[in-house]
């Protein structure tokens, strides 16, 4: 599916709903206490777009990692189901593989869903979504709005309050993928 855009001649004040996701960061994320990015990276066969040690020291030095990682990610203004064929074609296609890296580590497929304008969607085939199962992994969404978009969330997942600005700005969204998969 093609980035949407809209006609250039709209009428002043159209609304414009629907469309494909306008930028997707897809991450296959392995995590574990114990896990050795070098011997994942041989298992999978694929350098990791970044990678770390449980303790190792996080860029600015000052935290440390409370988990292991190893990243892989393919970020773009592609289809969201294309983008993840071209990272899945990078991996193994051996289910072995994947069962007992996933009896091990924690095994996700992470998005991350950048949306300029409200109601995008995606879909994936059924294809895709059989080479997903494949993975034995948790498949995680996690969905951005447009910056100016207002806040309406006042709960975070582990159900601790969350401080609304008065100003009804939008807190500042993460927008790197490393600052994201802090595990």
């Not at 709903?17 to 990276?41: A, N, R, S």
């Not at 066969?45 to 990692?65: L, Q």
């Not at 009896?103 to 879909?123: A, C, I, P, S, T």
């Not at 709960?155 to 600052?179: L, N, Q």
Request: some cysteine.
């Amino acid at each position: 599916m093609p980035k949407q855009v809209p006609p250039p001649a709209a009428p002043k004040g159209t609304i414009w709903v629907g469309g494909v996701i306008d930028k997707t960061d897809v991450c296959l994320g392995v995590y574990g206490d114990d896990l050795d990015p070098d011997q994942v990276t041989i298992v999978l066969g694929c350098e990791p777009t970044s990678s770390h040690r449980k303790g190792d020291k996080m860029k600015r030095g000052i935290n440390v990692w409370r988990r292991g990682a190893w990243l892989f990610s393919k970020v773009g203004t592609a289809d969201p189901e294309q983008l993840t064929c071209k990272l899945l074609d990078r991996l193994p296609k051996d289910q072995r593989t994947w069962v007992r890296l996933a009896k091990k580590y924690d095994v996700q497929l992470r998005f991350g869903l950048f949306l300029e304008r409200w109601n995008r969607g995606l879909e994936f085939t059924p294809q895709l979504v059989a080479r997903m199962a494949k993975l034995h992994a948790r498949i995680i969404f996690d969905v951005y709005g447009p910056e100016d978009a207002p806040v309406d969330v006042v709960e975070r997942r582990d159900h601790r309050p969350v401080a609304v600005p008065k100003s009804g700005a939008a807190p500042r969204r993460r927008t790197s993928r490393r600052t994201r998969s802090k595990v």
